[in-house]
């Protein structure tokens, strides 16, 4: 507001109904999150374990205290701790012990699922379940993965920003189901369906899930990721580079002979320097973490990941590239050559 009153009275006017445009859309967003809560309880204790677990000096005793003042947590974990995912050979019953087994980095995203994302998926119709626990499995994977060896951006908070991406699409699901359902059936998972809501809703997911992730008081960092994980800028942060990159390879690994491909290459090119071989291991990479932290969730993914063809897309999108490149550095040394002579 302040900054409005030192512009000239005509920029004032249009600053002014900017601000008010923003606050009614900030509004419209926390009463649809209200609506959220109102269906589900805050997840006060999740939120509250995970601040504790980016303590590296965190206490165990303080961790399982908080853990245990939510029963229906506390017995997923516990649940998880004894599926045939970890082959122990008796059963744990102490959620002490399973704290110490899962370990840290089990442990938060143990509590992101159960205790954060499964509150956000319940009500929400199977075919929107399904889209989104295919893509954020996919931006998660390829965010920490491409965060790895980054000192602005750990590993374990890409994935984060990545699993979170498109929680404003099971916010949507859940409180305009009629309205949102067709819209996310009918538009691809882009533009258009950013268009479409921003259009019929007045806001889109990205910016919703942002909402969500400001208002759980998570980083702000996570929640600039998320919001800009469709429209972000060549100068984004390393953490926003890599989820939108994950965005891009959600359709590559999920959608058949998806456009997207070709950006997805480049795009992976110029941020991370990746070569096709880079590509061709990331891709590998993604689908085993996709399937491993689809197991430790208990989620059944339905249509699968055809690695061959894809890798078979890669490079002869790769050869194409570097034919035109070669013709047109021939063009160019001949309309020289014709210069000179």
């Known amino acids: 507001m302040d900054s409005c009153r030192t512009q000239p009275a005509s920029e004032q006017a249009?600053?002014?109904e900017m601000n008010a445009n923003n606050d009614n859309t900030l509004q419209a967003m926390d009463n649809l999150i209200n609506q959220i809560e109102e269906l589900h309880s805050s997840p006060t204790v999740a939120l509250k374990a995970f601040n504790l677990l980016k303590d590296p000096d965190f206490?165990?005793?303080?961790?399982?205290?908080?853990?245990?003042?939510?029963?229906?947590?506390?017995?997923?974990?516990?649940?998880?701790?004894n599926s045939s995912r970890f082959g122990l050979t008796r059963k744990v019953s102490s959620l002490?012990?399973?704290?110490a087994l899962l370990g840290t980095r089990s442990i938060r995203?143990?509590?992101?699922?159960?205790?954060?994302?499964?509150?956000?998926?319940?009500?929400?119709?199977?075919?929107?379940?399904?889209?989104y626990w295919r893509r954020a499995l996919t931006m998660a994977a390829a965010a920490s993965r491409l965060c790895r060896g980054q000192k602005t951006a750990p590993p374990d908070e890409a994935?984060?920003?990545?699993?979170m991406a498109d929680s404003g699409v099971l916010l949507f699901a859940q409180v305009r189901c009629d309205q949102y359902v067709p819209l996310y059936t009918e538009h691809g998972h882009g533009p258009e369906l950013i268009a479409a809501e921003r259009?019929?809703?007045?806001?889109?997911?990205?910016?919703?899930?942002?909402?969500?992730?400001?208002?759980?008081h998570l980083p702000e960092r996570l929640t600039q990721a998320v919001r800009s994980h469709h429209t972000g800028s060549s100068d984004g942060s390393a953490l926003q580079q890599a989820v939108r990159a994950g965005d891009m390879l959600a359709d590559v690994l999920w959608v058949p002979g998806t456009p997207r491909l070709a950006e997805a290459q480049e795009f992976l090119t110029v941020e991370f320097d990746l070569d096709l071989d880079g590509f061709i291991s990331l891709v590998t990479e993604c689908k085993n973490d996709i399937q491993s932290?689809?197991?430790?969730?208990?989620?059944?993914?339905?249509?699968?990941?055809?690695?061959?063809?894809?890798?078979?897309?890669?490079r002869n999108q790769f050869r194409s590239e570097a034919m035109d490149a070669t013709l047109d550095l021939d063009s160019l040394v001949a309309a020289m050559e014709g210069d000179y002579s």
Request: charged share 20%; aromatic share 6%; hydrophobic share 50%.
């Open 14 to 16: 249009r600053c002014l």
């Open 293 to 314: 932290n689809a197991d430790l969730f208990r989620v059944t993914l339905a249509g699968s990941i055809d690695c061959e063809d894809l890798l078979k897309r890669a």
């Open 159 to 163: 994935y984060t920003a990545g699993l």
């Open 109 to 131: 995203l143990a509590i992101l699922s159960f205790g954060l994302v499964d509150r956000l998926t319940r009500g929400a119709p199977a075919e929107v379940c399904q889209g």
């Open 199 to 216: 259009k019929h809703l007045g806001f889109d997911h990205a910016a919703l899930g942002a909402r969500l992730l400001a208002r759980w």
């Open 96 to 99: 002490s012990q399973a704290v």
């Open 59 to 81: 206490q165990m005793p303080e961790l399982e205290e908080c853990l245990s003042a939510d029963p229906a947590l506390a017995a997923s974990i516990l649940r998880l701790v």
